[in-house]
């Protein structure tokens, strides 16, 4: 039973999604019914019950076909520890992993907007980035890549920009494909549709929160469409989330922006990523 060679380990809200899909219009990647399954999360995977449901996303692949995992969690410094010890005792040896990151202050307003939308949080964006510090800590990327760089080195690591990857989402696309060893000539254009946006996402409360959460839609129906399926599914049917809420002021911008100063030097010293304009 085969694991992944890829992971997409982040960041949350940097287009993770998109990029996913695109791989996987490569004939030569397996597209998974499950994007973001976080397996490597929690020890469970380590059980027999844990790394059989790991393995058993990745069953229907051909044996030719790469594998990937595409789970922001693998990023979510310090909620989520262990990762990456996890990933290098359980995966292939040569497996490789992708960090497609955004501007930091535009990446805290998307959180927080889609943590607005599942109700996870229910204050202002000025309040709850100073009350919560997963959203600073989230955007300190050379921080989460730290652990990565140390455990496979960083020839093993490719680093993206959203905002690079969303100008050309093909040529981002293929010169991944290329660092993969794949054919980036067998890549189809690219699908224009976008991924996991807050702005106009579909709601899952009420009656379709509970044929969401309902063991035999999770179990039996679930499983018999592709992500991209029930994503298409639920934009056309579902209702749609409000607009985005207030912006942060001025003054949490520029409190944000200390906050990261030191470590977004460091991703450009460290990791030749060009400064956002």
């Known amino acids: 039973m085969r694991l992944p060679q890829l992971l997409i380990i982040g960041a949350m809200k940097s287009g ?3 990029l996913f ?3 996987c219009l490569h004939p030569e990647v397996f597209e998974p019914d499950v994007k973001e399954p976080h397996a490597l999360c929690s020890d469970e995977v ?5 790394r059989a449901a790991y393995t ?3 069953s229907a692949a051909a044996p030719s076909q790469l594998l990937c995992d595409a789970s922001t969690g693998y990023s979510k410094l310090p909620d989520h520890t262990g990762v990456v010890e996890r990933a290098v005792k359980l995966l292939p040896d040569d497996f490789r ?3 497609i990151l955004r501007e930091p202050i535009d990446r805290i307003i998307s959180q927080h907007h889609h943590e607005m939308v599942e109700h996870t949080v229910t204050v202002g964006i000025d309040e709850a980035v100073r009350n919560f510090p997963r959203y600073v800590q989230f955007s300190r990327y050379a921080s989460q890549l730290d652990p990565w760089a140390e455990a496979i080195g960083r020839d093993r690591i490719r680093v993206l920009r959203f905002e690079d990857y969303t100008a050309n989402r093909r040529g981002v696309t293929a010169e991944l494909c290329t660092w993969l060893g794949l054919d980036a ?3 189809p ?3 224009s549709t976008i991924h996991n946006q807050a702005s106009g996402k579909p709601v899952l409360t009420g009656f379709w929160g509970r044929v969401a959460n309902h063991p035999l839609y999770r179990n039996y129906v679930r499983p018999l469409a592709s992500p991209r399926v029930r994503n298409a599914l639920q934009r056309a049917i579902l209702p749609k989330v409000p607009g985005r809420p207030d912006p942060p002021t001025a003054e949490t911008v520029a409190w944000l922006r200390e906050q990261l100063k030191d470590d977004t030097a460091r991703l450009q010293a460290e990791w030749s990523v060009p400064a956002w304009e």
């Open 16 to 18: 993770t999604t998109g």
């Open 21 to 23: 899909f695109d791989l």
């Open 46 to 50: 380590f059980t027999d019950q844990g």
């Open 56 to 58: 058993g996303i990745y």
């Open 97 to 99: 992993a992708v960090y």
């Open 185 to 187: 000539s067998l890549l």
């Open 189 to 191: 254009p690219a699908d």
